[in-house]
């Protein structure tokens, strides 16, 4: 090796720049063999690390089955120190994954009922030991081979990095995840941030690295570009080859220089590969043999185990000469290759029956530890070719992933045992059961819903058969599929499930909640009657309320007022404060409802309080849904400041999860036609009412379908304004669900009046009033009034509107409503008019609908209305002045929340706070969050009120 480092001076200062300054976050970018460990190495020999903890992991391309390796790994370097570190009682969860260190560690807290909210106290639990540690220097090296776990822990960590620790990262490229990539760009103020991409070295300094290597002032030229060409600059290569040279006596010293002998006669090759095979060649037959083992082994391991898979071949004196040589390296008590490269060299050499016996050696060396590396064993053990062996140890392997939350290794395992393994129907049926629960705990419900449909058409039990049904029906609903299909499953589902009356409460309530064109909508409550009657046999509070909240979304859904003694009943239960998973999930089934049936205020403290569940901050799923929804609230009930770019914060999360994309592209289509954006709002618009109308979403399509008429009726497209209302009288017509149409009742009356339809739209209005009669639909009255008065020409009606939707917390509604009537009285030369207008454009300026207001702004030129002189900013034209969200931000700040905690306490993305705080920091000159205490108090917003 190199004994100093050459072409890094830059890369170097930068980090040392990170130790010395943290909060900090370095990830190091580059190829493999480009030099990224030994830059980061170099580190630790710089005095300014002196008095820093270095703890450092990596992580490997065979991975074990526990989630967050290279972290774990990093934080065990700690070792019998953590006995004299300031921990609290959460580092107690880290016990079952470092046993090796659970004496020193506080006790375990109780256990909970929630894998998802156990995952989160880990992640606590490092983030505390972290804490402890500081000031601390954390490398993670390798992260293109990072699992989920630990991408997502690395996201969890640097959204609110603690102050004396500075992060390393490395990685490949070309092979990184979006989620390692994303955790280090959207970083919290106050932390440094340097991204090094590590290119290969020029010819220069490839000279400058052989005269390190071979100790002299210079080599020649000509050798410099010899060597460059062949290696193309990559650090590591140079090294080999260089070895490689040596050993041959292909160098030669000329006066005060290196060179070469005759050109043509010396082949040096141009990678790593034939220099490393060369090299071995040349070590005695046990070294070689050894060579051969790690190579098949890949990750470092115990002397013992080497020696094993290698059949004891040349001994300790066989080890120490592949170690003397530079291929292998001691790292404490473990020996592997000094570069993963060399390693895959030397592997792609054996024949097959040779890697056979290796890969079967090295699975029955590894099975004699304690504890077992199943990962590693499964791993083995298939590339052995002992396929049934390797089943069982994968589905071991695949258990103990579940048991410690990490179920997207689960769900790997898993998926390649049905595939590939040579089982019987029995057995492939029950692990496909294991891999359908899995894939639901994760964003992965897609990607196996057709390897489950494969095994349904093995020849299975009955209750497996039931339970294997019942999971693809719930993966198709998750990723918004066939719901004809769905029904057919759960219904099928329910007659072989008599002895799991849990799955047969879930699988009722599956045909609850999946629409039926055959079926009346309101015959889905009889199903979930029957979920109900079902949980009363089971002693379960989770299944309880998840049931209720089902029942409740439904009886919202067909405007029933059993909701609120059904979500009375779910919130006794919870107390109005979910921690797990279901209950989350119950309060975000009867908030989105609730959104969508017009009771905003319901729905705002559902989703909210779902939001704040313990269980929900480390479920990805669960929280995306839960945002999705409440930011269809937050557009209902005029909350619009920051809504927008919430909005597309969430776009990327629900890509592939279709029930809340379309809650957040409706939202921000919505937005857009408010704010001008016409024709992405048409886009945006049109998209979710086919999707809706796709899915089965009965209830959004009012809402959807309307706002895409009125897109295209403000583009004078009659003739496309009428079509959009037909497809909703379709699905109207389809599904008899009636309670969300007062999103959409008065624009379709106004698209009929303008194409001169007016008996379509009268009545289209009474059948509306009929069908509507009895039910629990809070915008019934405002949204007939509007109709009726815009048919009759009574702005009275109109204005009676306009303070229903004031009641319903609908300020934008209400605003159209005053518009309405506005015109209606000024044609009729009524001063009130003038009044109502402005009211109308008062609310639209509050929200910056910037589209509303001009058009309102014409027609009170039109008619000579004076209005107040617009405040040109818009919504966040506050100068020098904090906004109000801005002031809560602040304040909340200032009290010593975090980033993430900030977010979680106003419901929006930690970016969003980001954005406002620097904002706060600009406007008040802050120079700490400390300082934010004293300079708030002299700060005030743009109403006058004190910050």
């Given at each position: 090796?190199?004994?100093?480092?050459?072409?890094?001076?830059?890369?170097?200062?930068?980090?040392?720049?990170?130790?010395?300054?943290?909060?900090?976050?370095?990830?190091?970018?580059?190829?493999?063999?480009?030099?990224?460990?030994?830059?980061?190495?170099?580190?630790?020999?710089?005095?300014?690390?002196?008095?820093?903890?270095?703890?450092?992991?990596?992580?490997?391309?065979?991975?074990?089955?526990?989630?967050?390796?290279?972290?774990?790994?990093?934080?065990?370097?700690?070792?019998?120190?953590?006995?004299?570190?300031?921990?609290?009682?959460?580092?107690?969860?880290?016990?079952?994954?470092?046993?090796?260190?659970?004496?020193?560690?506080?006790?375990?807290?109780?256990?909970?009922?929630?894998?998802?909210?156990?995952?989160?106290?880990?992640?606590?639990?490092?983030?505390?030991?972290?804490?402890?540690?500081?000031?601390?220097?954390?490398?993670?090296?390798?992260?293109?081979?990072?699992?989920?776990?630990?991408?997502?822990?690395?996201?969890?960590?640097?959204?609110?990095?603690?102050?004396?620790?500075?992060?390393?990262?490395?990685?490949?490229?070309?092979?990184?995840?979006?989620?390692?990539?994303?955790?280090?760009?959207?970083?919290?103020?106050?932390?440094?941030?340097?991204?090094?991409?590590?290119?290969?070295?020029?010819?220069?300094?490839?000279?400058?690295?052989?005269?390190?290597?071979?100790?002299?002032?210079?080599?020649?030229?000509?050798?410099?570009?010899?060597?460059?060409?062949?290696?193309?600059?990559?650090?590591?290569?140079?090294?080999?080859?260089?070895?490689?040279?040596?050993?041959?006596?292909?160098?030669?010293?000329?006066?005060?220089?290196?060179?070469?002998?005759?050109?043509?006669?010396?082949?040096?090759?141009?990678?790593?590969?034939?220099?490393?095979?060369?090299?071995?060649?040349?070590?005695?037959?046990?070294?070689?043999?050894?060579?051969?083992?790690?190579?098949?082994?890949?990750?470092?391991?115990?002397?013992?185990?080497?020696?094993?898979?290698?059949?004891?071949?040349?001994?300790?004196?066989?080890?120490?000469?592949?170690?003397?040589?530079?291929?292998?390296?001691?790292?404490?008590?473990?020996?592997?290759?000094?570069?993963?490269?060399?390693?895959?060299?030397?592997?792609?050499?054996?024949?097959?029956?040779?890697?056979?016996e290796l890969h079967g050696r090295a699975a029955d060396a590894l099975r004699a530890l304690d504890p077992v590396p199943l990962g590693q064993v499964a791993h083995h053990l298939r590339q052995a070719g002992r396929l049934d062996e390797w089943a069982v140890a994968a589905e071991q392997a695949a258990g103990q992933a579940v048991a410690l939350g990490h179920e997207d290794e689960a769900v790997r395992l898993l998926a390649e045992v049905v595939r590939h393994a040579p089982t019987t129907g029995e057995r492939r049926g029950r692990v496909a059961v294991k891999l359908g629960w899995a894939a639901l705990d994760t964003l992965r419900a897609r990607e196996v819903i057709a390897l489950l449909d494969r095994v349904l058409d093995d020849d299975l039990a009955g209750p497996v058969r039931g339970e294997l049904r019942f999971l693809v029906a719930v993966a198709l609903g998750q990723a918004g599929q066939d719901p004809a299909r769905q029904r057919e499953l759960f219904r099928a589902a329910v007659g072989e499930l008599q002895d799991r009356p849990?799955?047969?409460?879930?699988?009722?309530?599956?045909?609850?909640?999946?629409?039926?064109?055959?079926?009346?909508?309101?015959?889905?409550?009889?199903?979930?009657?029957?979920?109900?009657?079902?949980?009363?046999?089971?002693?379960?509070?989770?299944?309880?309320?998840?049931?209720?909240?089902?029942?409740?979304?439904?009886?919202?859904?067909?405007?029933?007022?059993?909701?609120?003694?059904?979500?009375?009943?779910?919130?006794?239960?919870?107390?109005?404060?979910?921690?797990?998973?279901?209950?989350?999930?119950?309060?975000?089934?009867?908030?989105?409802?609730?959104?969508?049936?017009?009771?905003?205020?319901?729905?705002?403290?559902?989703?909210?309080?779902?939001?704040?569940?313990?269980?929900?901050?480390?479920?990805?799923?669960?929280?995306?849904?839960?945002?999705?929804?409440?930011?269809?609230?937050?557009?209902?009930?005029?909350?619009?400041?920051?809504?927008?770019?919430?909005?597309?914060?969430?776009?990327?999360?629900?890509?592939?999860?279709?029930?809340?994309?379309?809650?957040?592209?409706?939202?921000?289509?919505?937005?857009?036609?408010?704010?001008?954006?016409?024709?992405?709002?048409?886009?945006?618009?049109?998209?979710?009412?086919?999707?809706?109308?796709?899915?089965?979403?009965?209830?959004?399509?009012?809402?959807?379908?309307?706002?895409?008429?009125r897109v295209a009726l403000a583009r004078g497209d009659t003739r496309g304004a009428l079509q959009c209302v037909r497809l909703l009288l379709d699905e109207l017509d389809k599904w008899g669900c009636w309670p969300s149409i007062g999103w959409a009742l008065p624009s379709a009356v106004e698209v009929w009046m303008a194409a001169g339809e007016h008996g379509e739209a009268r009545r289209f209005t009474e059948w509306v009033e009929r069908e509507l009669r009895d039910l629990d639909v809070p915008l019934a009255s405002a949204a007939l009034r509007y109709a009726r008065g815009v048919l009759d020409g009574d702005a009275d009606d109109v204005l009676?509107?306009?303070?229903?939707?004031?009641?319903?917390?609908?300020?934008?509604?209400?605003?159209?409503?005053?518009?309405?009537?506005?015109?209606?009285?000024?044609?009729?030369?009524?001063?009130?008019?003038?009044?109502?207008?402005?009211?109308?454009?008062?609310?639209?300026?509050?929200?910056?609908?910037?589209?509303?207001?001009?058009?309102?702004?014409?027609?009170?030129?039109?008619?000579?209305?004076?209005?107040?002189?617009?405040?040109?900013?818009?919504?966040?034209?506050?100068?020098?002045?904090?906004?109000?969200?801005?002031?809560?931000?602040?304040?909340?700040?200032?009290?010593?929340?975090?980033?993430?905690?900030?977010?979680?306490?106003?419901?929006?993305?930690?970016?969003?706070?980001?954005?406002?705080?620097?904002?706060?920091?600009?406007?008040?000159?802050?120079?700490?969050?400390?300082?934010?205490?004293?300079?708030?108090?002299?700060?005030?917003?743009?109403?006058?009120?004190?910050?």
């Amino acid at each position: 090796m190199s004994p100093t480092l050459v072409g890094r001076v830059e890369e170097l200062a930068t980090l040392v720049a990170a130790v010395t300054g943290p909060p900090a976050v370095v990830s190091v970018e580059g190829e493999a063999g480009v030099g990224k460990t030994r830059l980061v190495s170099e580190l630790f020999g710089r005095p300014e690390v002196t008095g820093r903890r270095v703890l450092r992991g990596r992580c490997h391309r065979f991975r074990e089955s526990f989630p967050l390796g290279p972290v774990i790994e990093a934080v065990r370097g700690i070792g019998e120190e953590l006995r004299g570190l300031p921990l609290s009682g959460v580092a107690g969860a880290l016990r079952p994954l470092l046993p090796e260190l659970a004496e020193v560690l506080p006790a375990a807290p109780d256990p909970l009922d929630d894998r998802v909210a156990e995952r989160h106290r880990v992640f606590r639990g490092l983030t505390d030991v972290l804490v402890a540690a500081c000031p601390a220097v954390l490398v993670l090296e390798d992260l293109h081979w990072a699992e989920e776990q630990t991408a997502d822990f690395l996201a969890y960590l640097l959204g609110d990095p603690p102050p004396g620790l500075t992060v390393v990262l490395t990685y490949r490229g070309e092979e990184v995840s979006a989620t390692v990539r994303a955790s280090t760009i959207r970083l919290p103020p106050g932390t440094s941030q340097a991204h090094l991409v590590l290119a290969p070295l020029d010819q220069g300094e490839t000279g400058a690295m052989a005269t390190a290597i071979l100790d002299t002032d210079r080599v020649s030229e000509e050798f410099a570009r010899y060597l460059w060409e062949r290696t193309s600059g990559l650090p590591f290569a140079v090294e080999e080859v260089l070895a490689l040279v040596r050993e041959r006596g292909s160098l030669v010293r000329r006066g005060d220089r290196w060179t070469r002998r005759v050109l043509e006669q010396l082949e040096v090759p141009r990678g790593v590969r034939d220099s490393t095979l060369e090299r071995i060649a040349r070590l005695p037959v046990g070294a070689q043999r050894l060579a051969e083992a790690a190579a098949v082994l890949q990750t470092p391991v115990a002397l013992p185990v080497l020696l094993s898979v290698a059949e004891d071949a040349g001994g300790i004196e066989g080890l120490e000469e592949a170690v003397g040589s530079g291929l292998l390296t001691e790292d404490g008590e473990a020996f592997g290759f000094r570069h993963g490269l060399s390693a895959q060299a030397v592997y792609e050499t054996l024949s097959g029956p040779r890697r056979r016996e290796l890969h079967g050696r090295a699975a029955d060396a590894l099975r004699a530890l304690d504890p077992v590396p199943l990962g590693q064993v499964a791993h083995h053990l298939r590339q052995a070719g002992r396929l049934d062996e390797w089943a069982v140890a994968a589905e071991q392997a695949a258990g103990q992933a579940v048991a410690l939350g990490h179920e997207d290794e689960a769900v790997r395992l898993l998926a390649e045992v049905v595939r590939h393994a040579p089982t019987t129907g029995e057995r492939r049926g029950r692990v496909a059961v294991k891999l359908g629960w899995a894939a639901l705990d994760t964003l992965r419900a897609r990607e196996v819903i057709a390897l489950l449909d494969r095994v349904l058409d093995d020849d299975l039990a009955g209750p497996v058969r039931g339970e294997l049904r019942f999971l693809v029906a719930v993966a198709l609903g998750q990723a918004g599929q066939d719901p004809a299909r769905q029904r057919e499953l759960f219904r099928a589902a329910v007659g072989e499930l008599q002895d799991r009356p849990d799955l047969r409460a879930w699988a009722l309530v599956g045909l609850g909640v999946t629409p039926s064109p055959d079926e009346p909508i309101r015959e889905n409550v009889q199903w979930l009657s029957r979920a109900l009657e079902v949980v009363d046999e089971v002693d379960d509070r989770l299944l309880e309320v998840f049931v209720l909240g089902k029942a409740g979304s439904v009886f919202l859904d067909i405007g029933d007022p059993a909701w609120r003694d059904v979500a009375d009943r779910m919130l006794k239960i919870t107390g109005g404060s979910p921690q797990q998973r279901r209950e989350a999930n119950a309060h975000y089934s009867v908030g989105v409802s609730a959104c969508y049936a017009g009771h905003f205020d319901v729905a705002e403290s559902m989703l909210t309080s779902g939001l704040r569940a313990s269980a929900v901050q480390q479920n990805r799923r669960l929280e995306v849904m839960l945002r999705s929804g409440l930011a269809l609230a937050r557009y209902c009930r005029g909350n619009w400041d920051g809504l927008r770019g919430e909005v597309d914060d969430l776009l990327a999360d629900v890509a592939h999860y279709a029930p809340s994309r379309m809650d957040v592209e409706l939202a921000g289509g919505s937005l857009d036609l408010a704010y001008g954006a016409v024709d992405q709002a048409e886009e945006r618009l049109r998209r979710v009412t086919e999707l809706a109308v796709e899915i089965g979403a009965y209830e959004a399509v009012p809402a959807a379908a309307g706002g895409w008429a009125r897109v295209a009726l403000a583009r004078g497209d009659t003739r496309g304004a009428l079509q959009c209302v037909r497809l909703l009288l379709d699905e109207l017509d389809k599904w008899g669900c009636w309670p969300s149409i007062g999103w959409a009742l008065p624009s379709a009356v106004e698209v009929w009046m303008a194409a001169g339809e007016h008996g379509e739209a009268r009545r289209f209005t009474e059948w509306v009033e009929r069908e509507l009669r009895d039910l629990d639909v809070p915008l019934a009255s405002a949204a007939l009034r509007y109709a009726r008065g815009v048919l009759d020409g009574d702005a009275d009606d109109v204005l009676a509107a306009a303070v229903d939707y004031r009641n319903a917390s609908a300020p934008y509604e209400m605003a159209r409503a005053h518009e309405r009537a506005a015109g209606l009285l000024l044609e009729g030369g009524d001063s009130r008019g003038g009044s109502a207008l402005r009211e109308a454009v008062a609310v639209y300026e509050r929200l910056g609908a910037s589209w509303d207001h001009g058009r309102a702004a014409g027609v009170a030129r039109w008619h000579g209305v004076a209005l107040p002189a617009r405040h040109r900013g818009g919504r966040q034209g506050y100068g020098a002045e904090l906004s109000p969200r801005e002031r809560q931000v602040a304040e909340l700040a200032a009290g010593g929340r975090t980033n993430k905690e900030i977010a979680q306490a106003l419901f929006v993305s930690t970016k969003t706070v980001e954005k406002h705080l620097v904002a706060v920091m600009r406007k008040l000159q802050a120079r700490s969050r400390r300082e934010l205490v004293h300079l708030l108090g002299r700060a005030t917003t743009k109403d006058g009120e004190p910050s």
